[in-house]
């Protein structure tokens, strides 16, 4: 049995999570096709028979706007020194300014990192040559995997690379986990992403949400989860007209949630303004964002 820890490491947007939930093969992280939809550090766990790996899900490295921002940037910056080898995921849309940043940060790592270049699917065998060429060019690494993580293209190739790279032979988790995170922190995520899903680009990244109780109640649950936003006209939003877009949100969350914990479901959900909220340490820690600092 090896095991090791990889940080998955990238601009916003390029299919990190989407990626890490196909090569586990269940759901782990939500995603959407907004940037910076990863806001906290999520480690997905992989087993076979022969290995475990430890994804480290990071949010994607950006130019802070926010104290929250610059809280996402730490703590990606925290995965790169704190993992075993470094798994850096770029798109098939060619090298930009943002790949250079964050392969800056790489660099100061000093360890084995896995080049994976998603969304094949999406250009031509001579493009993909020019990409590798053009990546190779600013870094000389360990490995070059081209994968599409929606189609679930070359994942099998993807993981044998990666298990070259697990030198621990210790189970840091069970056979059968998939997560490090809490069940709490999954149905917030859940209720976020369908939040995203439902408002499109209404709703910016400047809410969150937070699972105030779970109750059980014989063979069913009672959840309350607060949707937190940061001025007031996003709640009308949210809400929709008559309450239709909220209703909406709470079915697709609570049919999720009842998959997840295999129980029925009563979930309520309220939307409460914080205003400012990403700018104050206080909320910044009561919401889960401030456990790696600089």
Not at 154 to 167: A, R, S
Not at 176 to 188: C, G, L, P, V, Y
Not at 245 to 274: C, H, Q, W
Request: hydrophobic share 35%; glycine share 6%.
């Amino acid at each position: 049995m090896h095991s090791g820890f990889v940080s998955v490491i990238g601009r916003p947007n390029v299919g990190k999570s989407t990626l890490i939930n196909s090569i586990i093969g269940k759901k782990v992280a939500i995603t959407s096709n907004k940037p910076q939809t990863t806001r906290n550090i999520i480690q997905g766990i992989y087993n076979d028979d022969e290995s475990q790996i430890v994804f480290v899900d990071t949010p994607g490295i950006h130019k802070p706007t926010s104290k929250l921002s610059k809280t996402l940037n730490n703590q990606a910056y925290y995965s790169i020194h704190d993992t075993d080898f470094i798994m850096f995921v770029v798109d098939s849309s060619g090298v930009g300014t943002g790949d250079e940043f964050v392969l800056g940060e790489i660099k100061k790592a000093d360890k084995p990192v896995v080049l994976v270049i998603n969304k094949i699917d999406l250009i031509s065998k001579e493009e993909l040559i020019k990409l590798v060429t053009d990546y190779s060019k600013l870094y000389d690494f360990s490995d070059i995997v081209p994968i599409s993580a929606l189609k679930k293209n070359n994942i099998k190739e993807l993981v044998k690379v990666l298990k070259k790279y697990l030198l621990d032979e210790v189970l840091y988790y069970g056979k059968n986990d998939i997560t490090n995170k809490s069940i709490e922190f999954q149905i917030a995520e859940i209720v976020r992403e369908k939040v995203f899903n439902a408002t499109f680009d209404e709703v910016p990244h400047s809410i969150t949400c937070v699972t105030d109780s779970i109750i059980r109640n014989n063979n069913a649950y009672n959840i309350l989860v607060s949707i937190i936003i940061d001025r007031e006209s996003l709640k009308k939003i949210i809400l929709g007209s008559r309450g239709e877009k909220i209703k909406k949100i709470g079915t697709s969350a609570r049919i999720e949630i009842e998959a997840l914990l295999g129980k029925k479901v009563y979930l309520e959900l309220f939307v409460k303004t914080v205003k400012k909220w990403r700018e104050k340490e206080k909320y910044l820690t009561e919401y889960g964002f401030n456990e790696y600092k600089e």
